[in-house]
Antibody, heavy 117, light 110 residues
Framework: EVQLVESGGNLVQPGGSLRLSCAAS????????MSWVRQAPGKGLEWVAN????????YYVDSVKGRFTISRDNAKNSLYLQMNSLRAEDTAVYYC??????????WGQGALVTVSS | QSVLTQPPSASGTPGQRVTISCSGS????????VYWYQQLPGTAPKLLIY???QRPSGVPDRFSGSKSGTSASLAISGLRPEDEADYYC???????????FGGGTKLTVL
């Protein structure tokens, strides 16, 4: 059974940093592109970033370029999102998701990131 | 303002058939596959339909997807109370070179 479990969500002040982690199991993690997708409170879905199987290709939505860094450790079956210079508009539930076609077939339960003073 | 347009709400009674529309343009729905997600209250999205009309294993055949031109639809037949959820359409957008989602439709089972 595919499982994706996020951790690291928290309340952080504007300008602060936070690192999210996603532990994957139930599939060969190193064989899949992986993504982070977020959902602001009461809002729709927004893809944030994704990373190729070996980490050699990485893409970001424009609004987080230069502030967020996606990475992975295939030996630990883990995906990460380092978020710096956080803004109020980054407040959202962040989902770890397995890429499928251009989208996603499995999602984690999400980690809440709240940016507020 | 979402790139793909969905009605904010839809409703039906148990056993009924309901459809949810998703309108886009030639750069997204018109030239790429459409995907549908179901998000039950307080849970993560679940892939419901991929490549316009394909169901992942485990998704009941009560759910079906279709596409025509720059619009797509999700149909749910034999509506059940547990179908009450938010539904999102999604597609790749060639002009934006990115993934775009609809704003979501909240389905209420009366």
């Amino acid at each position: 059974e595919v499982q994706l479990v996020e951790s690291g969500g928290n309340l952080v002040q504007p300008g602060g940093s936070l690192r999210l982690s996603c532990a994957a199991s139930g599939f060969t993690f190193s064989s899949y592109w992986m993504s982070w997708v977020r959902q602001a409170p009461g809002k729709g879905l927004e893809w944030v970033a994704n990373i190729k199987q070996d980490g050699s290709e990485i893409y970001y939505v424009d609004s987080v370029k230069g502030r967020f860094t996606i990475s992975r450790d295939n030996a630990k079956n883990s995906l990460y999102l380092q978020m710096n210079s956080l803004r109020a508009e980054d407040t959202a539930v962040y989902y770890c998701a397995r890429d499928f076609d251009s989208f996603f077939d499995f999602w984690g339960q999400g980690a809440l990131v709240t940016v507020s003073s | 303002q979402s790139v793909l347009t969905q009605p904010p709400s839809a409703s039906g009674t148990p056993g009924q058939r309901v459809t949810i529309s998703c309108s886009g343009s030639s750069s997204n729905i018109g030239s790429n596959y459409v995907y549908w997600y179901q998000q039950l209250p307080g849970t993560a999205p679940k892939l419901l339909i991929y490549r316009n009309n394909q169901r992942p294993s485990g998704v009941p055949d009560r759910f079906s997807g279709s596409k025509s031109g720059t619009s797509a639809s999700l149909a749910i037949s034999g509506l059940r109370p547990e179908d009450e959820a938010d539904y999102y359409c999604a597609a790749w957008d060639d002009s934006l070179s990115g993934r775009v989602f609809g704003g979501g439709t909240k389905l209420t089972v009366l």
